[in-house]
Nanobody
Framework: VQLQASGGGLVHPGGSLRLSCAFS????????IGWFRQGSEFGREGVSC????????YYADFVKGRFTVSRDNTENTVYLQMDSLKPEDTAVYYC?????????????????WGLGTLVTVSS
C-alpha cells in the first residue's frame, strides 16, 4: 500500500485545515485508514480513523467535536477536516493503513505509513 498525506500548512488558532490521504494498493491492505500525529513535545499519537468497510469512525478525546474524518472511495482518498485548531495541535500528521478491521488508534495496529505533512498552529 502506498499512502501520501497532504494539506498541511500554517494556520492561526481557531482556524481550519483539511488534510488528504491518497492511497493505493490491494483493498485488503487498507481496511482501516488512520491519522496520527507527532509533535516536538509529544510522541506519536492516534488522532482518528475510518473503516473502509462500513465507514465507522473513531476519534481521540482531544479532537472530538473539532476534527472530522471522511472518505471518498471513488478517489481512494481519506480526509481529515480540522476545525478550531489550537497551538497544541501543531505536529506532523501521518496517515496509515491497517489490514485488521479492528484497528483503531494504536500505531502498532497499522502496517503501512505515508510521509507526513506539517501542521503549524500559531498566531
Amino acid at each position: 500500500v502506498q499512502l501520501q498525506a497532504s494539506g498541511g500548512g500554517l494556520v492561526h488558532p481557531g482556524g481550519s485545515l483539511r488534510l488528504s490521504c491518497a492511497f493505493s494498493g490491494r483493498t485488503s491492505d487498507y481496511r482501516v485508514i488512520g491519522w496520527f500525529r507527532q509533535g516536538s513535545e509529544f510522541g506519536r499519537e492516534g488522532v482518528s480513523c475510518i473503516s473502509n468497510l462500513d465507514g465507522s469512525t473513531y476519534y481521540a478525546d482531544f479532537v472530538k467535536g473539532r476534527f472530522t474524518v471522511s472518505r471518498d472511495n471513488t478517489e481512494n482518498t481519506v480526509y481529515l477536516q480540522m476545525d478550531s485548531l489550537k497551538p497544541e495541535d501543531t505536529a506532523v500528521y501521518y496517515c496509515a493503513s491497517a489490514r485488521w478491521r479492528g484497528a483503531r488508534l494504536k500505531w502498532d495496529e497499522y502496517e503501512s505509513w505515508g510521509l507526513g505533512t506539517l501542521v503549524t498552529v500559531s498566531s
